[in-house]
C-alpha cells in the first residue's frame, strides 16, 4: 500500500469530491504515479468567462512547461447546474511545483488575470464568434471594436 502526501486543501476537499464525485485522491495520485496530489487554485467549468477560461489554461500551461506534462492534470466531474467542472490538480512530489502554485494564487490574489494577451484572445473569440463581421457582446459590456453589434 502506498503513502501519499495529499496538499492540506486537497485532503480539506476529498472527502465532498468523493461523496458526491466518487474522484479519489489515493487513486488518482497512483494513476499517474504521483507523490500526492495539490489543487491549483484555478477551476472552470461550461460557462466560464474568457476571464476563468485563460486562468485555467495559463496555469496549466505555465505549470506544465516548467515542471513537465505529467506533473499536472485535470480532473473532470459532472455538475447540475453548470454541466461540468475542472480542476487542475499537480504531483506534490516535483521539487519547487508546490512553491510554484502557491506563487500563482498570490499572483491571483494580487491582480485578476495570469496573462492579458490570453484573455484577450479569448474574450475577441467570445465576442466575435463569426469572426470580424459581427460584434456580439452584451452592451452593458465594454468592447473596443467597432463591428456593428448584433443588438443593432
Not at 500500500?1 to 492540506?8: A, G
Not at 504515479?33 to 484555478?42: I, Y
Not at 512530489?93 to 490570453?118: H, N, Q
Request: hydrophobic content about 35%.
Amino acid at each position: 500500500m502506498s503513502t501519499f502526501t495529499h496538499t492540506p486543501e486537497a485532503l480539506e476537499s476529498a472527502e465532498a469530491f468523493d461523496g458526491f464525485t466518487g474522484w479519489n485522491l489515493d487513486r488518482h495520485a497512483s494513476k499517474y504515479e504521483w507523490a500526492g496530489v495539490g489543487l491549483v487554485s484555478v477551476t472552470q467549468h461550461r460557462d466560464s468567462d474568457a476571464v476563468e477560461r485563460s486562468n485555467f489554461d495559463s496555469a496549466k500551461s505555465e505549470l506544465s512547461e516548467k515542471f513537465g506534462e505529467n506533473s499536472v492534470a485535470v480532473v473532470s466531474f459532472g455538475h447540475w447546474a453548470v454541466g461540468w467542472v475542472e480542476i487542475l490538480t499537480f504531483d506534490t512530489g516535483v521539487e519547487g511545483l508546490a512553491e510554484a502554485v502557491a506563487g500563482i494564487k498570490a499572483r491571483l490574489e494580487k491582480y485578476a488575470l495570469l496573462d492579458e494577451s490570453l484573455w484577450s484572445e479569448y474574450e475577441w473569440s467570445e465576442n466575435h464568434p463569426e469572426g470580424e463581421n459581427t460584434c456580439y457582446a452584451d452592451k452593458r459590456e465594454q468592447c473596443s471594436c467597432e463591428l456593428p453589434n448584433i443588438d443593432d
